[in-house]
């Protein structure tokens, strides 16, 4: 049994991140809800520097950007060392402390649900590494992106990365689809939490989606999407505009 006391006890991605700065390997796993048990990534992945797909995908990014989840800072610190103003803002506070140690000049802990005009306002929001599903549920998305919109310029874009969940073959995947939609639920809406070590994560809520169910999230939020890049493995980045 982990100790109450322990630093960052709940904080496993934290965690992950703090043992892979400082020379310890380590590895980011999934429970979800039915009690499915996954790789999600090794913590390498989330040092290394952005592919060159990735890399073009950011050169859309305008003016001063909000990077939500940022992790260990991997492409907060791109586009910081491509000259644009980050504020890079992550729920774990030990994926802050590695950001600030990386060089990332303004981190902060802060939930996507937290998200406020505090923050001043911004050209970019980018969701890169599967973010748009910090959202956790469409009710949510579009409440959230109703207020993104207040804190950002009037021809600003969110740069989002997607997974439609709908490609994968897996047995326990699809399983898991038909027991969301029974209950209501878009097939793609998981809980989970992140086990590392004696760490136990807190559950949380996030959201895969096909094309056609993030344009119904979308739509009369005050965006659009004004581009889809495809990728493999069923990801995709969507390019949200402002509209208006």
């Known amino acids: 049994m982990k100790d109450p006391g322990k630093r960052g006890a709940h904080d496993a991605f934290g965690h992950v ?3 892979q700065l400082e020379g310890r390997d380590a590895a980011e796993i999934i429970e979800r ?3 499915f048990i996954g790789l999600s990534a090794m913590a390498a992945h989330y040092f290394e520097e952005p592919g060159a797909d990735a890399a073009a995908i950011l050169e859309r990014a305008r003016g001063r950007v909000l990077d939500i989840g940022c992790g260990a800072g991997r492409y907060a610190l791109y586009l910081q060392q491509h000259g644009h103003d980050v504020v890079g803002i992550d729920i774990s506070p030990l994926a802050i402390e590695v950001c600030r140690r990386r060089g990332l000049r303004d981190a902060r802990v802060i939930s996507i649900d937290d998200v406020s005009a505090e923050l001043g306002r911004f050209g970019t929001i980018i969701m ?12 949510k998305a579009r409440f959230l992106l109703k207020r993104f919109r207040k804190i950002t310029e009037p021809d600003a874009r969110i740069i989002a990365q997607v997974l439609d969940p709908y490609q994968s073959t897996d047995p326990d995947h699809l399983a898991y689809h038909a027991q969301n939609r029974a209950r209501g639920r878009l097939g793609g809406q998981l809980r989970l939490r992140v086990l590392h070590r004696s760490f136990n994560g807190a559950w949380f809520d996030y959201l895969f989606v096909s094309r056609a169910e993030m344009e119904d999230i979308v739509s009369r939020t005050g965006w659009q999407i004004d581009e889809v890049i495809e990728g493999g493995g069923g990801q995709y980045v969507a390019v949200l505009r402002r509209d208006g």
């Open 17 to 19: 991140l703090l043992d």
């Open 33 to 35: 809800s039915d009690g």
């Open 128 to 139: 890169m590494g599967n973010n748009f599903g910090l959202f956790g549920t469409p009710r």
